[in-house]
């Protein structure tokens, strides 16, 4: 199975920040890395796929790179509602496996 | 609108069973694969079983490979997953994910349903 880090864990930010997250694979899975963001309580949303790709009606603060084993989700211009759990996917092979996480909070 | 809605969850003994019910509506769900995703209290999210479009392949994580069977009715737009020998391990949140795709070949998830929690405790 590929194994999918995240990095960090968690960070804390304010509103108006910048703020980029890690995903590394332990092989390369060339484009097939996809993200999403998770509220408490509520099921996680995709916001980019295919690297970078960004999913219909997301803000363009949020964009996506990288290729290979290494990518990055940048959020720009931290919002109030942006502060959330973030997770990476692979899908270059099954099973499809997801990063542990990275939690966003309010600084 | 695109909405999934997951039934079904509850608390169930170790070594029981439950059927978990996922309803389509607002898009051709016999058009596209359909899966289960699964996140523990305060954990992760793991992937747990696909099925294709016309329910033909699917696919079972193997953690819950011959425990599980995940099926579909296309004809009532609903996803079914038939749980047992559960497991304290299998206590979690379950989702219903369409990947936008007819098989059961890896991409992304999109939507989600709002999840069912299924509690397997004595």
């Known amino acids: 199975d590929i194994q999918m880090t995240q990095s960090p864990s968690s960070l804390s930010a304010s509103v108006g920040d910048r703020v980029t997250i890690t995903c590394r694979a332990s092989q390369s899975i060339s484009s097939y890395l996809n993200w999403y963001q998770q509220k408490p309580g509520k099921a996680p949303n995709l916001l980019i796929y295919a690297a970078s790709s960004l999913r219909s009606g997301v803000p363009s603060r949020f964009s996506g790179s990288g290729s290979g084993t290494d990518f990055t989700l940048t959020i720009n211009s931290l919002q109030p509602e942006d502060f959330a759990t973030y997770y990476c996917?692979?899908?270059?092979?099954?099973?499809?496996?997801f990063g542990q996480g990275t939690r966003l909070e309010i600084k | 609108e695109v909405q999934l809605v997951e039934s079904g969850g509850g608390l169930v003994q170790p070594g029981g069973s439950l059927r978990l019910s996922c309803a389509a509506s607002g898009f051709t769900f016999s058009d596209y694969a359909m899966h289960w995703v699964r996140q523990a209290p305060g954990k992760g999210l793991e992937h747990v079983s696909a099925i294709n479009n016309n329910g033909g392949s699917t696919y079972y994580a193997n953690s819950v490979k011959g425990r599980f069977t995940i099926s579909r009715d296309n004809s009532k737009n609903t996803l079914f997953l038939q749980m047992g020998s559960l497991r304290a391990e299998d206590m979690a949140v379950y989702y219903c994910a369409s990947s936008r795709v007819r098989g059961v070949t890896p991409n992304w998830f999109d939507p989600w349903g709002q999840g069912t929690l299924v509690t397997v405790s004595s």
């Open positions: 996917q692979q899908s270059y092979s099954t099973p499809v496996t």
